[in-house]
């Protein structure tokens, strides 16, 4: 298990709805950025059109609603940019369209490291939606977006260079085996939560904080920290020069 001390210049957050970044490394992003002035882009790849047990609301007005939620949230992080995909709630595949839109991006943006949902897990269930992005995430940064031959449109219409991403940190883990000290950015994370208003009728701003700090915590007493953020960590070794980024 190791504590990451250093940031990197930038990342990709690949996430598969609104708020599902927030709850799996907001703290992370926002002491990244503070700290460090990690420039960090967010891909949201479903529109979150389905996320409410409310009929009156219509899918297309709920995704109008979530996508201004979105951006707020992320705008309290201090992320830099975010891009919807607008795939229907429940529908990601990984299939040739999905890689392709991630490839496309992670090209344009060109980041040390993504950060996605663990899509493999043993021991509990996750959403489908969860598991599609986060395969999909390392599928397209491992196995295409280094690639000239894969998605040439890319460089040949837009002028977007093949980019090696050299990590994954994989939120959700079962095993995670990398942590991150976010003591003091904990209400930062609570608050970019609330902005997700649809979501988060059920409790108060206070509850959430206090989750935070209790899940936090029993991160944080794996490695002897007071409050972290876990992940599990993917090198991809795609034959850098003599070495592999390390933080």
Known sequence: MEIIEKAPERIMVVTPHPDDAEGGCGATMAKWVKEYQTQIVVVLC??????????????????????????????????????????????????QEFRRELVKEIRRYRPQIIFCIDPYRSTTHTHRDHRMSGQTALDAACSYAWSSSQFPEHL???????????????????????????????????????????????????????RIRNRTGDQGKLVGLKHAESFRRINFNLNFPNRIFTL
């Open 46 to 95: 479903t529109n979150g059109d389905k996320g409410t047990g409310d009929r009156s609301i219509s899918p297309d007005v709920l995704a109008s609603i979530r996508e201004v939620e979105q951006q707020n949230a992320s705008d309290l992080l201090g992320v830099q940019n975010v891009v919807f995909l607008r795939h229907p709630d429940g529908g990601l595949e990984n299939d």
């Open 156 to 210: 040949e219409i837009e002028g977007l260079e093949p980019h090696k991403v050299e990590q994954a940190f994989l939120w959700g883990s079962e095993y995670p085996d990398v942590f991150i000290d976010v003591e003091g950015y904990l209400d930062v994370k609570a608050q970019s939560l609330s902005a997700h208003v649809s979501q988060m009728v059920s409790s108060t701003h206070e509850e959430r904080l206090e």
